[in-house]
């Protein structure tokens, strides 16, 4: 079954006083539960296990009170009260065979404290550095302090092992955890024994492993997660100094677990970051240590992670962001089922769940976080329910998937696409620069239905409502998606706004279609995701001398949630484009636009050729609408629902068209719920007075 390339990945591994079963380790990564939504994340960790993994981690772990980054919901463990909810991660992880990790974080120089109060602690006295610039200011860690905080590290591990875990990860890493500030020069500024020279900015970590060893170390693992160039200049913990550090203590954790420097170094989208982009920070060394390295590099490729093992350069194959598109990759790799695995894009949209709080989504598997919130897993669907029939009308994210779903839940399904390549949105869209993996989207759902016999699909069929009653379909499903508006509606403007006639005006729809703008171009962006930014990129590829203009501080302002805006900005900036921020666009005149200052309304004009429109979406729904009008036709025609869902329901982000084509599949048929939340949730239990 399973090609005999890969044996090299299923073969045990020893990490300390644990074996894991095979080399798929899945590192720690963030959901957007943490301790609200405890069994949410309990029961994705165990879907992983029945997937096949060798070693799950659990997410950030904030081992003690005095360091903690609300707003953000990671996990607890600061009292023996946290542990039962711990407990159930861990015995789910290990269900089917894999190690089960926590994560030990003390948040330092990255620990606001507004929750709990608690002065911040760090080696040096600083201000806070968080993602919102909180205006607070860490106290230096004096001796007494340090005594304290190993022991507080010990009492973690304690209760780490109470709670069933194999093996404890200290957080050092993206900039976020102690360990790595006291490693770098640009975080410790201390002129005692615990700073200036690397062996003195190594006593700390030594210290708390040597103390944790004394008391867990002959039945877990630990493991130490340190970045592997802190790319901030030249105080920063650089590459070079990393690989000092690790050849002066080679046997200091049992693992060595090595990460990019910042967050968004590490966990770059695609559309900056290629498969394994790490490499060459990680090449050479595993030479300098006794212990195995793990790394990350968003691997979906068993050739290249075979490749990194047989080369020398890891001993694991680090993954978050592939776990989550497909939790069963380790299986299907196994059982010879490449073909099935559904790769990560790499869009970062699960990252985006824990940058804003929320439940975590994934655009290749709307499941993930639904396995216990609502009973969905990722390979098993439910039974089919009473009807036979359902004709999907469209293509795109949302259509692909229902069908996908439905096929497997034994319906027959019909996809009416009105154009000649399946795809919708994702078909353009995969075509801009930097969007090409987004293509995944479409390649394994295509392929999935390609398997299915009950799955007919018709090209070059634009259908209106008569010819929809006429085919005897028992269930209707419009999936026809959304077109961008031309007339500047959206945040700014809640009606349009004047326009010369004179003035070529495109749509992202119109770029993609392939009508292009010439010459002096500005871009009016109140959408502020990526298509604005990548709009401009194609355009000064093009020859087009661009201005961008957006009402927002920041260009492509929620791209924050995807930890790409410096990234954009910076691409932009160097390719010449004339960033103007702060100012909408209140009117097109005849050879320029007027924008407004945001604050002070005050205006101005930009010459232009043309304009570019990234505005809001329009759901191309009239087919639905034409459908609703003539409910009372529907039981002659033997139809017994219509529903409308994804973008031409409500245009979102792709992953909330797949997340609606997979909640179409997953509930047709199925009891109405009434008034009931269609989901689980935990409360927090009331403290007795």
Known sequence: ????????????????????????????????????????????????????????????????????????????????????????????????????????????INGPNLYTKEVPLAPSAMPIRTFTNDPVQARALDKADIKNLRRWFVNAAKRAKLGGFDLICLYGAHG??????????????????????????????????????????????????????????????????????????????????LAQGTWEDCSGPSRFKEESAQEQLVRGIRELTDKPVVGVGRFTSPDTMVRMIKSGTLDFIGCARPSIADPFLPKKIEE??????????????????????SISRCTQNPTFMEEWRKGWHPETMNAKGDSQSVLIVGSGPAGLEAARALSLRGYDVAIAEGRTVLGGRVARERLLPGLSAWGRVVEYREYQLSQRANVETYFDSQLDAESILEFGFQNVCIASGAKWRADGVSRQHVVPFPMDASVPVYTPDDIMEGRKPRGKIVIYDDDHYYMGGVLAELLVQEGCEVTFITPSAYISDWTVNTLEQHTIHRRLAGMGVNIVLNRGV???????????????????????????????????????????????????????????????????????????????ARELDEPDRGDNLPFRREITELALD
């Open 1 to 108: 079954m399973r090609d005999s390339r890969y044996d090299i990945l299923f073969q045990p591994m020893q990490i300390g006083p644990v074996t894991a079963k095979n080399r798929f380790y899945q590192v720690p990564h963030c959901n957007g539960g943490g301790y609200r939504d405890p069994s949410a994340a309990a029961e994705m960790r165990g879907i992983k296990a029945q997937g096949g993994w060798g070693v799950i981690f659990t997410e950030q772990c904030e081992m003690h009170h005095t360091s903690e980054i609300t707003p953000f919901i990671e996990l607890r463990l600061w009292e023996d009260k946290d542990i039962p909810q711990l407990r159930k991660m861990a015995d789910r992880m290990k269900t089917h065979g894999a190690l089960a990790g926590i994560q030990l974080a003390y948040s330092g």
């Open 336 to 357: 010879g089922r490449i073909e099935d695995i559904r790769e990560c894009i790499g869009c970062n949209i699960c990252i985006t769940g824990d940058m804003t709080m």
């Open 176 to 257: 976020f955890g102690i360990f790595q500030h006291f490693l770098s020069r640009a975080t410790n500024h201390r002129s005692d024994e615990y700073g200036g020279s690397l062996e003195n900015r190594s006593r700390f970590v030594n210290e708390v492993i040597a103390d944790m060893r004394d008391a867990v170390g002959d039945t877990m693992g630990i493991t130490l997660r340190v970045s592997l160039d802190e790319t901030v200049g030249e105080l920063g913990f650089s590459n070079a100094e990393v690989r000092e550090f690790i050849e002066m203590n080679r046997n200091l954790p049992d693992l060595w677990d």
């Open 586 to 664: 209140v009117a097109i005149g005849k050879g320029h636009v007027v924008s407004n200052c945001t604050y002070t309304d005050q205006l101005q004009e930009h010459g232009c050729d043309a304009v570019v429109i990234v505005a809001s979406r329009k759901e191309e729904n009239q087919v639905y609408l034409d459908l609703k009008s003539r409910e009372a036709d529907w039981a002659d025609a033997g139809i017994k629902s219509v529903k409308i869902i994804g973008d031409a329901n409500a245009p979102g982000p792709i992953a909330w068209a797949t997340y609606a084509g997979h909640r179409y």
